[in-house]
């Protein structure tokens, strides 16, 4: 039986592009921030490069997103939801101010 696998390339620059986006970051921003240069960055968005899941997981921390977050597929429709996609520009303290608000209107 063949590998169905062997054509699959998941997105990984498409995704931290949306992601680093989201946040309204720079690649050269986000290369400082998280300790890796900037071609680098660079070269993961136009899928030149294949990080490693610790590459993967550092460019997350510092975009204060969860591995989960970056590879579920259901984020697609984030772009479509200005409301979720804005969501993901809170800091941590604002996600939690938000949620706060939110608990009390139920």
């Known amino acids: 039986m063949a590998n169905t696998h062997d054509s699959y390339e998941y997105p990984v620059g498409d995704r931290l592009r949306f992601f680093r986006e989201q946040k309204q970051i720079s690649t050269n921003k986000l290369a400082n921030l998280a300790g890796i240069s900037q071609s680098y960055v660079r070269d993961i968005e136009m899928g030149n490069k294949n990080p490693t899941i610790e590459i993967i997981f550092q460019l997350c921390r510092t975009l204060d997103i969860s591995l989960k977050d ?21 800091n941590p303290a604002q996600r939690e101010a938000l949620l706060t608000f939110l608990n009390t209107i139920d």
């Open 70 to 90: 970056f590879f579920d597929d259901d984020n697609n429709l984030l772009s479509e939801d200005p409301l979720i996609a804005r969501i993901y520009r809170l």
